[in-house]
């Protein structure tokens, strides 16, 4: 899909260009808090990059966790490739997403950072769009991601590219090197490969133990 198809709009600032994907927003309020008279809700555009420099700008872009802003700059001083894949799942919300990760799909999508829909309610899977604020009160903490699936690799680096294949009615399969840490901040994984739930209803989240057929879940 190209930007038009996705619905990407632009806005134009002082030696950058701010692009805003809605689908992909899910109202974390990373821009609202950190440069609230650039990123007005309540204003029209409720983006005016005008209010700040470009360094302040491009700084506050990269907190976005979904990806749904990003810039562009005219010294070309773009944001450049995270050197660690990290994983890492939030508090009753989606799993974050940062590193060098390519979507399996007809059109793949490669990506820098993603927020990644894991209670099943998303109309816009395998991304979040805000749903879990409906019904899912996990906690994030994964008390029983560890055992044979949950391991830390200390030989993995992490740094080469991931792909996620979201499984039809099933997971989002993981490979390539990845850390996954829990609410907390806690590294509970290390590896190559991994499984992640996105039913919502896996009793070993965030990965899959395979729950989604008997809760009939449909991606
Ligand atoms: S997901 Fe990104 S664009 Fe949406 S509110 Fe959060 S920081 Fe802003
Ligand atoms: S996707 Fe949730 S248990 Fe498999």
């Given at each position: 899909?190209n930007?038009t198809?996705?619905?990407?709009?632009?806005?134009?600032?002082?030696?950058?260009?701010?692009?805003?994907?809605?689908?992909?927003?899910?109202?974390?309020?990373?821009?609202?808090?950190?440069?609230?008279?650039v990123?007005?809700?309540?204003?029209r555009?409720?983006i005016?990059?005008?209010?700040?420099d470009?360094?302040?700008?491009?700084?506050?872009?990269?907190r976005?966790?979904s990806?749904?802003?990003?810039?562009?700059?005219?010294?070309?001083?773009?944001?450049?490739?995270?050197?660690?894949?990290?994983?890492?799942?939030t508090a009753?919300?989606?799993?974050?997403?940062?590193?060098?990760?390519t979507?399996?799909?007809?059109?793949?999508?490669?990506?820098?950072r993603?927020?990644?829909?894991?209670?099943?309610?998303?109309?816009?899977?395998?991304?979040?769009?805000?749903?879990?604020f409906e019904?899912f009160?996990?906690?994030?903490?994964c008390?029983?991601?560890?055992?044979?699936?949950?391991?830390?690799?200390?030989?993995?680096?992490?740094?080469?590219?991931?792909?996620?294949?979201?499984?039809?009615?099933?997971p989002?399969?993981c490979r390539?090197?990845?850390e996954?840490r829990?609410?907390?901040?806690?590294t509970?994984?290390?590896?190559?490969?991994?499984?992640?739930?996105?039913?919502?209803?896996?009793?070993?989240k965030?990965?899959?133990?395979?729950t989604?057929?008997?809760?009939?879940?449909?991606?």
């Amino acid at each position: 899909m190209n930007d038009t198809e996705r619905k990407i709009k632009s806005y134009d600032g002082s030696g950058i260009t701010v692009t805003f994907e809605a689908a992909r927003c899910y109202h974390a309020k990373e821009c609202v808090r950190g440069l609230p008279e650039v990123f007005d809700i309540d204003k029209r555009p409720w983006i005016q990059p005008q209010h700040a420099d470009a360094d302040r700008l491009a700084q506050v872009v990269r907190r976005c966790p979904s990806g749904a802003l990003k810039f562009r700059r005219d010294d070309g001083a773009n944001e450049t490739e995270p050197e660690r894949n990290v994983v890492t799942v939030t508090a009753a919300g989606p799993i974050h997403v940062r590193g060098k990760f390519t979507v399996e799909s007809d059109a793949p999508l490669n990506e820098w950072r993603m927020a990644l829909c894991r209670c099943g309610l998303s109309k816009n899977k395998p991304h979040c769009d805000g749903s879990h604020f409906e019904k899912f009160d996990d906690d994030g903490r994964c008390p029983k991601a560890s055992g044979e699936a949950a391991r830390v690799d200390q030989n993995v680096e992490c740094t080469s590219p991931v792909t996620l294949k979201p499984l039809p009615d099933g997971p989002v399969l993981c490979r390539g090197p990845v850390e996954i840490r829990n609410a907390s901040g806690e590294t509970i994984f290390v590896g190559e490969q991994a499984a992640f739930c996105r039913c919502g209803a896996s009793s070993r989240k965030p990965f899959c133990d395979g729950t989604h057929g008997a809760v009939g879940f449909k991606s």
